[in-house]
């Protein structure tokens, strides 16, 4: 089984990514899926029954499609075709925050140590690691910073005001 960082561990990833899946045919009998979000639409029903099954969104994927769902998803799989498409950040964002998904949120595809930090504070708690980079070295790319100043999907305070409620407040004399 491939390797997959999960809140913040390295743990077998028992879920098959079926990217080009196009009909209930293509899955697999007993294995938990990730479907492309076209799939999703058109064989609903018949997904949910099925149980354990996730939605994969490419980057022109609108979550919005699946806003009426997030209770029913265990997983959602944000694509991320190369490093230098950020949209799947935004994708993260509005499922956390407008959609209130609280379910597993995945990075996959191009996926690299120097972006987990900051897909972390988008709101995915899941990270699929290329398999030609070293998971377990990708794992501390999550420890490379100690903070942001700006609000993020995890902590949704800016820093400023995170300090001032840290402070005991003045005393009269």
Same mark, same amino acid.
């Given at each position: 089984?491939?390797?997959?960082?999960?809140?913040?561990?390295?743990?077998?990833?028992?879920?098959?990514?079926?990217?080009?899946?196009?009909?209930?045919? +293509?899955? =697999? #009998? $007993?294995?938990?899926?990730? &479907?492309? @979000?076209?799939?999703?639409? /058109?064989?609903?029903?018949?997904?949910? !029954?099925?149980?354990?099954?996730?939605?994969?969104?490419?980057?022109? +994927?609108? =979550? #919005? $499609?699946?806003?009426?769902? &997030?209770? @029913?998803?265990?997983?959602? /799989?944000?694509?991320?075709?190369?490093? !230098?498409?950020?949209?799947?950040?935004?994708?993260?964002?509005?499922?956390?925050?407008?959609?209130?998904?609280?379910?597993?949120?995945?990075?996959?595809?191009?996926?690299?140590?120097?972006?987990?930090?900051?897909?972390?504070?988008?709101?995915?708690?899941?990270?699929?690691?290329?398999?030609?980079?070293?998971?377990?070295?990708?794992?501390?790319?999550?420890?490379?910073?100690?903070?942001?100043?700006?609000?993020?999907?995890?902590?949704?305070?800016?820093?400023?005001?995170?300090?001032?409620?840290?402070?005991?407040?003045?005393?009269?004399?």
């Amino acid at each position: 089984m491939p390797q997959l960082i999960k809140n913040g561990t390295l743990v077998e990833d028992r879920w098959t990514l079926l990217a080009e899946a196009y009909s209930l045919n +293509d899955l =697999p #009998e $007993a294995s938990p899926v990730i &479907v492309p @979000l076209a799939l999703w639409l /058109a064989e609903r029903r018949a997904l949910i !029954t099925r149980g354990e099954a996730g939605v994969l969104l490419a980057p022109e +994927d609108d =979550p #919005e $499609a699946i806003a009426s769902d &997030v209770r @029913l998803l265990p997983v959602i /799989a944000v694509e991320f075709p190369q490093f !230098t498409d950020g949209r799947g950040y935004s994708t993260a964002r509005l499922l956390r925050e407008r959609y209130l998904f609280r379910g597993e949120l995945r990075a996959v595809g191009d996926v690299l140590r120097d972006q987990l930090y900051l897909m972390a504070e988008c709101g995915f708690d899941a990270f699929a690691i290329r398999e030609d980079r070293d998971a377990q070295d990708a794992l501390a790319g999550l420890k490379d910073f100690s903070g942001l100043y700006a609000t993020t999907a995890r902590v949704p305070q800016p820093w400023f005001r995170r300090r001032v409620a840290g402070r005991a407040e003045p005393r009269d004399p």
